[in-house]
């Protein structure tokens, strides 16, 4: 596996991201919206640039701050429900799909850690 374009994770959570800029494209809530948006963008982002770096090491630290930024989502979903931003089930699944990204971006650290490889060299 040599992209991170190839990771299962980064492509759910890609797409998470861009079902949020769509979603939310009409919310007035400027402030709200750009920082669920943000935190959205960052869990992909994240996997990117720790997928390009040289060392086990540096892709593993990406990868959790990839994991952090998904915990900030999955807050700010469990807000913009609550407060009406987002339908209970859009909300419901979203969030679900996060824990889910999270466990994956858990797994996949291990396995990094265990290999001590990634990049081009990384097997899953």
């Not at 809530?29 to 943000?38: A, L, M, N, S």
């Not at 997928?51 to 979903?77: D, I, W």
Request: hydrophobic residues 40%; proline residues 1%; aromatic residues 10%.
């Amino acid at each position: 596996m040599a992209r991170f374009e190839d990771l299962a994770v980064w492509k759910r959570s890609a797409r998470l991201s861009a079902d949020l800029y769509k979603s939310l494209r009409d919310l007035k809530d400027f402030g709200f919206r750009d920082q669920i948006t943000r935190s959205g963008l960052s869990v992909p982002s994240n996997i990117a640039e720790g997928y390009e770096r040289g060392s086990a090491k540096e892709t593993v630290n990406f990868l959790n701050y990839a994991k952090g930024s998904a915990g900030e989502l999955r807050t700010q979903l469990y807000i913009a429900r609550d407060i009406g931003y987002i339908e209970r089930e859009v909300g419901m699944a979203w969030i679900k799909e996060v824990e889910e990204i999270s466990r994956m971006l858990h797994g996949l650290m291990q396995t990094i850690r265990t290999q001590k490889t990634c990049g081009a060299n990384f097997k899953v």
